[in-house]
């Protein structure tokens, strides 16, 4: 089971490693066969948006180098800025510590949000209301 | 419906504010009634973990200005930190465009890791190996 997985080896010492291939089988994909995955901008650090990988388009990332989500909506595989050409290159893949969520640190070219905002999370909670912080540029 | 809520308003000006209450009741949260909350430290940027909300812990969130999550394996609510003393106390909570992912600008106390590692992605891809990052403290 994964979750033994994670936690049997949480506590091996640093550069402790698994074979990738034999890792990406541990994943916790939830009942659908997904896992969510967070896309960081690598040096600003903002947190860019969350959309969700198989371990067949967690594959396809590593390949290319070039985020490739599933997209739950349209049931296919999604490299992100195929038709925008907002990529999102790869620069580091990291798991959490019960295998259950993804952090990408990618380098975002243009927009990251379909509104041409530069990233998703612009609904802030401010005080009772909740109001949209930046704009759109189309 | 929810996705028209985010839909309908995202080419609003910028500023533009709904109540609250009212807000919340759009977001999209899953058939288990869940929606994903991804807690970054407010100053470093640093991604520290991804957990589960539901309304009520949104709301617990927002009245405690301590972050508190809906633990999936207990199936109860669960204020980060309440038995380690690693509390996340909460800057700014966020939405994403579509309404099925939240963002927590958070401040760390201690650990976010039940390992006592600072965060919680620290498997990371090197090549065809995944590897432990940075050391438990434990």
């Not at 959309?51 to 997209?71: D, F, G, H, P, R």
Request: net charge negative.
């Amino acid at each position: 089971m994964s979750k033994e997985f994670f936690l049997n080896n949480e506590k091996k010492e640093e550069q402790f490693s698994v074979e990738l291939s034999l890792f990406l089988q541990e994943l916790n994909f939830d009942s659908q066969g997904l896992i969510p995955a967070i896309a960081q901008q690598y040096d600003t650090k903002q947190v860019l948006m969350m959309a969700w990988m198989n371990l067949e388009s967690i594959q396809k990332t590593l390949e290319s180098k070039q985020v490739c989500y599933w997209s739950r909506s349209r049931k296919k595989f999604w490299y992100k800025g195929e038709e925008s050409g907002n990529i999102q290159y790869l620069k580091e893949m990291a798991v959490d510590c019960d295998g259950d969520a993804i952090l990408l640190s990618v380098d975002q070219i243009g927009a990251a949000c379909h509104t041409e905002r530069a990233h998703c999370f612009y609904w802030k909670v401010d005080g009772d209301h909740c109001k949209l912080e930046t704009k759109s540029c189309k």
